[in-house]
């Protein structure tokens, strides 16, 4: 007897053919864009030689747009660079202070020194948008007067995201400059050149190339973006630059090219006239930084900008009382890091201040809601195949990074997720403020004047590399609204010479920006 399926029974057939063909189709689709992924990534390798030659391809970057400039400067003997000259710009920050205001030099003959010293260095590291011409007239102006101001003829150099009178911004001149700017100048110093900005420049009518390379001054090899205002002034071609800081750009820069920077707290200096490319980033506050070659420097140019009587706390930067200092090393794995911040921990007990390991307990939740607000314009350089922690991740098709981060789910929920509502960025905010208050309420229980970290959870080994994990760490400062600087560490560098130097990053409580001072100092490595 022959028997027929039910009804039942048929509806089941039909679907798991429909389930069996479905799964049949998704894998199929799958080994598709896994084949199209590969065959785009071997594109992308073969044709990545013509798009970004090696760094010995590249013998000379084009002097061409400074030439006229390169005129003037040269003298009877061919030379532009004089021993006079480089007397000058081997002068301390300190040094040079003293002799324009006794005096000893004239403000046009230390424009001059730096000009060609500029120039010098542009060669190298190709940082220049543009010199300003005005700043020869204002220093014949200052030659035959007064002096002006405790700055008096201090050449100075800006980043091309600060807004300058004499300069126009993306073909528009600016009514007024940047505060920081528009300070020192009222000082007395004179703004003489403008250093390029990350990814593409603002200033649209300067005279440097738009598409070049940018070098490092660490070891001369190409390293895209990362050699700006910072090369300029480690290369000793400018003795003060002027900057923002935003997820610690000033600072890395500095570090990653031997120099010093210092982020002032928030609201205590106006960030006006600073303009980032990245706009927004809730609850990430930007802040003006100074870039010098010592730590004297910053700190004169800051005590004359905030005058003696809003200076309430210098005694705290002259000071030669104790500090109770934390150190943070738990959130290191690499050698390199540990060390630098343990050889920072002894330098600091040599001059009789108390070290106390300290570490914030909710950092690891911070970083998450920390990439939470980053996380959409740093994925456009999809920093997951990036990272330094997933060379899996590194290996996979472009187009399969997202099936593969799904495994991650529960790690990536918060750091993925956008913010799309007011309600979320209020409750964001809220979110940033607890773990303020909670990171406040660590440091008090703990006692502490300042606190040592590194800048890099991981080791810097090529600063191109875009890697979401160094975020936090830099980030905290102007989450939190902290004052922060970074020395780099000479005895840091040891073993690592084809390596950039590594450094120390210093932070303290909202306000308290001279105590942070005098712990850079303390840091400073003597010449």
Known sequence: MVSFPTKHQDLS?????????????????FLACNVVAI????????????????????????????????????????????????????????????ELQEGTVKPSDVLRAYQAKTLASSEQSNCIAEFIEEAEMMAAELDGATVKGALHGLPISVKENCTLPTSSWSLKATERPATVPEVLMALGAIPFCRTKSMYQPMTLDQNANAVEYLQSRHNETTRTQFATDSALVGSGGSPLGVAGDLLGSARLQALLNGCIAFKFTTNRVSNRGIFHQIKQLPGCKSAPALISRDVDGIAEVAKQMFNNRLMKQRDNYCSTQPLRIGYWTDALEDKPERNAVVKAKEVLEEHGNELVPFAFKAF???????????????????????????????????????????????????????????????????????????????????????????????????????????????AMANAFNLPAGLVPLANAKENRPQNPPMGCSI?????????????????????
């Open 364 to 474: 690891d939740e911070f970083g998450h809601i920390g990439c939470h607000s980053c996380i959409k314009p740093i994925a456009v350089n999809n920093p997951m195949k990036k990272s330094q922690s997933g060379p899996s991740l590194r290996k996979t098709p472009t187009l399969s990074t997202d099936t593969k981060a799904n495994d991650h789910a529960p790690h990536l929920g918060k750091t993925i997720g956008t913010i799309n509502t007011t309600f979320e960025a209020m409750r964001f905010k809220l979110e940033v403020r607890r773990f303020f208050h909670e990171f406040c309420d660590e440091w008090r229980a703990a006692g502490l004047d300042a606190l040592i970290c590194p800048p890099f959870p991981l080791q810097a080994e090529d600063f191109s590399t875009e890697s979401a994990e160094s975020i936090p760490h830099v």
């Open 39 to 98: 065959g785009i990534k071997r594109r992308r390798k073969s044709s990545v030689g013509q798009r970004h030659p090696p760094a010995s391809i590249i013998t000379k970057i084009p002097t061409k747009p400074f030439d006229e400039l390169r005129k003037k400067l040269t003298d009877a003997n061919e030379e532009i660079l004089t021993e006079e000259r480089q007397r000058i710009c081997n002068l301390s920050f300190c040094q040079l202070l003293n």
């Open 507 to 527: 932070v303290g409580l909202p306000y308290q920006d001279e105590t942070v001072l005098r712990v850079m100092r303390e840091l400073q490595a003597p010449e």
């Open 13 to 29: 057939y039909s679907s798991s053919i429909v389930v069996f063909g479905t799964a049949c189709i998704v894998m199929t689709a």
